[in-house]
């Protein structure tokens, strides 16, 4: 007999899920139809939008981050380019602009967007007064606009967490503080990072380096401040302190999907209730979850999807066998930070271990460090795009990096003195 699995999202999460479950089924000759709905036929390398503003070589144009998504797609995935509009898990039925699926099992990976309206004034000065990058559109607008700007004060703001790639935003102003260098306008720019985190970043050790860091590029920090409002010269804060601005750069509020609230699966933010452990729907039997959607504690980066992916398939081959899914999921996330003037810096973490100084992926040989600055993590971000299209997506396995994270080549012994 075979059975019905729908994998619905055709950005990374759902690529990589459907492509290793086909993999995985021919291989233990598991009898699957798998299809794969989406509504990007066109698929956006999201890394790349944070060099489109800087117009990097390879990243000047939509083309250098976009190719066409069903040229992923591999054998034994029957891919639809179709808008879901509602997801019944009693019924165990999906229905699309364009008819309804019945499944046995279902695979969400529907991802989460950015609000503008979630925030007083935003979307009136967006793309006038205040820009952003987590878009395409929006990356190349505020493109056009850095080439205009002439200094002041630029200040570069996380409206609230949970938002994809929590690294973004300071990556952003590490190339910011290049970009302005270069063209000599950073002595009359002043560069600020505005945050609802108490810090640049969350994980104490690398919110400790990251903000010394930021400090030694003269980047001030505004820790506990989210985003109320927004008017033509000054953001505002639930607290009622203004920041004044010149420029602003925000990543503006992030929802997930509203099917997934409708669904009965979702906090109210359209984050699905997802076991941590094994990636199950906690409110439906016979769904699983990944990538940006869920509502696990770890950050919603490609990383993350790439390596759940991994386990939802183990799992989801495991009931269909009739046994019980495992608690395999550690929260594995693999993140480099773009550090600007050719470095970044590495970081490997998980749910409980936070990330740590040592080497990666080999101990002592690396060739990558962690929580440092070099050369090396430069080239590994900028590797990242090939091996993206060519390993990630197509549901390859990415030589020595295991979806469960490894200690080895890292200084556990620095958790003892934090
Ligand atoms: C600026 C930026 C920089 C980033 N940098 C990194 C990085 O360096 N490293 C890293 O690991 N991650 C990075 N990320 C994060 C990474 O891109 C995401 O975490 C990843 O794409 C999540 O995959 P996903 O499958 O959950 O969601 P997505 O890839 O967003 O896919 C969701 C899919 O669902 C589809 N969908 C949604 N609703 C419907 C519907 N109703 N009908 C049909 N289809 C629907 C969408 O069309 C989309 O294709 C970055 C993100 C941004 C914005």
């Known amino acids: 007999m075979t059975t019905r699995v729908l994998v619905l999202g055709d950005g990374t999460g ?12 021919r291989r233990r000759k598991v009898a699957l139809q798998i299809k794969l709905i989406g509504n990007s036929p066109m698929h956006t390398y999201q890394p790349g939008m944070l060099f489109l503003p800087f117009q990097k070589p390879g990243y000047r144009t939509l083309a250098d981050i976009q190719r066409e998504t069903a040229q992923f797609v591999g054998a034994g995935v029957h891919y639809l380019v179709e808008r879901i509009t509602a997801i ?57 606009a850095l080439q205009e700007f002439k200094g002041g004060d630029l200040l570069i703001d996380v409206a609230e967490m949970p938002i994809k790639c929590p690294v973004a935003p300071i990556e952003f102003a590490c190339l910011l503080d290049e970009f302005l260098t270069e063209r000599g306008l950073r002595g009359k720019t002043n560069l600020t990072l505005v945050t609802p985190l108490t810090g640049a970043f969350t994980k104490p050790i690398c919110n400790e380096m990251l903000t010394d860091m930021l400090a030694g590029k003269n980047v001030s920090v505004v820790p506990n401040a989210s985003l109320a409002s927004v008017t033509e010269k000054a953001i505002g804060c639930p607290d009622g302190k203004q920041v004044p601005y010149d420029m602003l750069v ?38 699983f979850l990944l990538g940006d959607n869920t509502n696990v504690p770890t950050s919603k980066a490609g990383s993350v999807a790439h390596f759940q992916a991994e386990v939802v398939v183990h ?38 271990i936070q990330p740590v100084p040592g ?19 430069h080239l590994g971000k900028l590797a990242f795009k090939p091996i993206y299209w060519n390993m990630l997506l197509p549901g390859r396995q990415i030589p020595l990096v295991g979806s469960r994270m490894s200690t080895a080549g890292k200084r556990m012994d620095v958790l003892q003195r934090h």
């Open 14 to 25: 759902g690529l990589v899920a459907a492509n290793l479950l086909a993999k995985e089924a």
């Open 88 to 144: 019944d898990t009693q019924a165990r039925t999906v229905t699309t602009d364009k008819g309804s699926h019945e499944y046995d099992w279902l695979v969400l990976s529907l991802g989460c967007r950015t609000v503008l309206d979630a925030v007083d004034g935003l979307e009136q000065h967006w793309g006038k007064r205040a820009f952003g990058f987590y878009t395409p559109d929006s990356a190349l607008r505020l493109a056009q």
């Open 250 to 287: 925000t990543i503006p509020p992030h929802e997930g999907s509203e099917l997934i609230d409708e669904a009965g699966l979702g906090d109210g933010l359209g984050f699905g209730f997802t076991d941590k452990q094994t990636l199950k729907a906690v409110k439906a039997e016979r769904v």
């Open 359 to 377: 080497r990666f992926p080999l101990p002592v040989l690396g060739p990558m460090s962690l929580l440092k600055e070099t050369r090396t993590n």
């Open 315 to 352: 799992n989801l081959l495991r009931e269909i066998d009739g046994k019980p899914a495992l608690p395999l999921a550690d929260g594995h996330a693999n993140c480099f930070i773009e550090t600007g003037f050719g470095k970044a810096i590495l970081i490997d973490f998980n749910y409980d």
